[in-house]
C-alpha cells in the first residue's frame, strides 16, 4: 500500500523529474498552453499556478525564488508584468486540463494544459 507517499515517479530518478517539470512549467508558462500526458499535467499544475501565485506577490524575493524554478529569465519576466496583473483578483485555479485523444503511438492518455484567460 503506498500510504502517505505523494507524487508520481513517471519511471525517471529525482534530477530527470525535477528537470522535466522545470521545463513544462516553463513551456506553459512561455506559450500558455502545451499538450502532454494526463499524469504529467497533473503533477506540473500546482507548480505552474505557485510561481503564477509569487507573480502576484511581486516582490524581489519573490523574482528570485521564480528564478530558481523557471529555466529562462524571459518567462520570468513575463509572470511579473503580464500574467500577475492578469490573475490579480483570482484567487487560484489558473489552469485547466482538457481531455484529447490518446496517444498513437502507446494510447497514452493525452491532455491540453493551458492557462485560463
Known amino acids: 500500500m503506498r500510504h502517505n507517499i505523494k507524487g508520481r515517479r513517471l519511471g525517471r530518478d529525482s534530477g530527470h523529474r525535477k528537470a522535466l517539470y522545470?521545463?513544462?512549467?516553463?513551456?506553459?508558462?512561455?506559450?500558455?498552453?502545451?499538450?502532454?500526458?494526463?499524469?504529467?499535467?497533473?503533477?506540473?499544475?500546482?507548480?505552474?499556478?505557485?510561481?503564477?501565485?509569487?507573480?502576484?506577490?511581486?516582490?524581489?524575493?519573490?523574482?528570485?525564488?521564480?528564478?530558481?524554478?523557471?529555466?529562462?529569465k524571459k518567462v520570468t519576466e513575463k509572470i511579473f508584468s503580464v500574467l500577475a496583473p492578469r490573475y490579480q483578483e483570482r484567487a487560484g485555479g489558473y489552469t485547466r486540463i482538457t481531455k484529447l485523444e490518446p496517444r498513437m503511438g502507446d494510447n497514452a492518455p493525452m491532455v491540453q494544459l493551458e492557462l485560463v484567460k
Request: glycine residues 6%.
Open 22 to 72: 522545470r521545463n513544462l512549467v516553463t513551456a506553459l508558462l512561455e506559450h500558455e498552453k502545451i499538450v502532454t500526458t494526463e499524469a504529467k499535467a497533473k503533477e506540473v499544475r500546482g507548480m505552474a499556478e505557485k510561481m503564477i501565485t509569487l507573480g502576484k506577490k511581486s516582490g524581489l524575493h519573490s523574482y528570485r525564488q521564480a528564478l530558481t524554478f523557471i529555466t529562462d
